[in-house]
T-cell receptor, first 112, second 113 residues
Framework: QQPVQSPQAVILREGEDAVINCSSS?????VHWYRQKHGEAPIFLMI?????EQKGHDKISASFNEKKQQSSLYLTASQLSYSGTYFC?????????????FGQGTTLQVKP | NAGVTQTPKFQVLKTGQSMTLQCAQD?????MSWYRQDPGMGLRLIHY???????DQGEVPNGYNVSRSTTEDFPLRLLSAAPSQTSVYFC????????????FGNGTRLTVT
């Protein structure tokens, strides 16, 4: 079942922070985050596994609350290069195949 | 190392025509999958494969067929194209575990008139 992302779109000024949420009605075994620039393929950002972990990559970090079946992506001090559409991909199966169900995406625009 | 290669990049079909979208990866990945991307709908899983000879349906499989005769290739067939299949199609591969990322091809933009 497709997870729900919120907000659908956000506009920021450089240096501002943003949070993108991903919520599922099914149990999650891992959550992946990807960013897609217009006309390009999605690019991997990070993976979070069960265990409530948080991961970080430069000024982009994420958390995963398996009990609430939710993940959040945190973009700190946003840069122009952060603009794009962000997708969460969720593993909803215990069979550990790598199969991902993606959310509908959140479009982020960072302005100078 | 080319990664995931999709062909063609663009295609225009008439309603009722059939075609095959090609996907090949050179990373020896066991897992391969096809997604379609439509505005506001995100990436929706069409079919996936966990290894040669093994395929399964995703969220939106109707109107599409797949086969996986080799580890490297995972073609997607449209049997009788419909305007509702106008979309951007992405192939993705991975090591087949929930702790490994997916690698996406550059996509095929398909228009059905």
């Amino acid at each position: 079942q497709q997870p729900v992302q919120s907000p659908q779109a956000v506009i920021l000024r450089e240096g501002e922070d943003a949070v993108i949420n991903c919520s599922s009605s099914k149990a999650l075994y891992s959550v992946h985050w990807y960013r897609q620039k217009h006309g390009e393929a999605p690019i991997f950002l990070m993976i979070l596994l069960k265990g409530g972990e948080q991961k970080g990559h430069d000024k982009i970090s994420a958390s995963f609350n398996e009990k609430k079946q939710q993940s959040s992506l945190y973009l700190t001090a946003s840069q122009l290069s952060y603009s794009g559409t962000y997708f969460c991909g969720t593993d909803q199966s215990s069979s550990n195949t790598g199969k991902l169900i993606f959310g509908q995406g959140t479009t982020l625009q960072v302005k100078p | 190392n080319a990664g995931v290669t999709q062909t063609p990049k663009f295609q225009v079909l008439k309603t009722g025509q059939s075609m095959t979208l090609q996907c090949a990866q050179d990373m020896n990945h066991e897992y391969m999958s096809w997604y379609r991307q439509d505005p506001g709908m995100g990436l929706r899983l069409i079919h996936y494969s966990v290894g040669a000879g093994i395929t399964d349906q995703g969220e939106v499989p109707n109107g599409y067929n797949v086969s996986r005769s080799t580890t490297e290739d995972f073609p997607l067939r449209l049997l009788s194209a419909a305007p509702s299949q106008t979309s951007v199609y992405f192939c993705a591969s991975g090591q087949g575990r929930n702790n490994s990322p997916l690698h996406f091809g550059n996509g095929t933009r398909l228009t059905v008139t």
